[in-house]
């Protein structure tokens, strides 16, 4: 793990690694494939990606994206939305073709689900894989929305979110039962294919849950512990988020 003294200086070294690989693959004129978050944690990320395309004409337009996750159901114009989220904090701002952004749709039809999360998982695969994949990590050791009692070998699918998950997020929605009980997420093997992974985790909160993720063995009961596995992974922490190491 890479340990920063401030949330601000580890933002910045992320972006600068999302900066770096989308700039590689401009020279060799390839699409540069990422996997992104949301959550409060890449906040500071996406902030720093605005300010290196407005102030360092950082282009995004070789830039294709997935995200991990989407509520489900979820109107895309909900305020909740991670579909709004992304927009609202990183795509509106940046010269990203539209046609180039993947989001977890949360309006499909419960009887198309199935076909469309093997689509979504198809996608990506077409698209030569991602490139580069970042992660928060959820107080129950999810990634994306991969919950306890995920496998290592799980594609993007519905799931039932656990309860800790879902009254963490009942601050967002007014209340635990306005909070949706499930999700579309990519799965713990989508994430697995990912080509370089990092994982960023800030404040105490999140202590336990990094020191059971990197310290202990690698179980379903803990998702994010399978990244120990991972051939390139990177956990970017704060000093509150490593205190337990
Ligand atoms: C959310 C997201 C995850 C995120 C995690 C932590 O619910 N689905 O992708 O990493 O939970 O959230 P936060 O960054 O707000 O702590």
Redesign the pocket.
Known sequence: ADIFLTVEKAAKWVAAEIASVIKEKQKLGKKCVLGL?????PLSVYSELIRLHQEEALSFQNVITFN??EYYPMLKSSAQSYNHYMNDVLFHHIDIPKNQIHVPDGEVSKITITGYCKEYENRIDSCGGLDLQI????RTG????NEPGSQLDSKTRLIMLDSL?RR??AKDFNGLNNVPKAAITMGVGTIFKAKRVILMAWGEGKAAIVKKALEESQCDAVPASYLQRHADVKFVLDVPAASEL
Do not use: N
Request: zero cysteines; glycine letters at 22%; charged letters at 10%.
């Open positions: 978050a949301t959550g409060a944690t991990l996750d992660l928060g990590i959820g999810h990634i994306g929305f998950t963490d997020a």
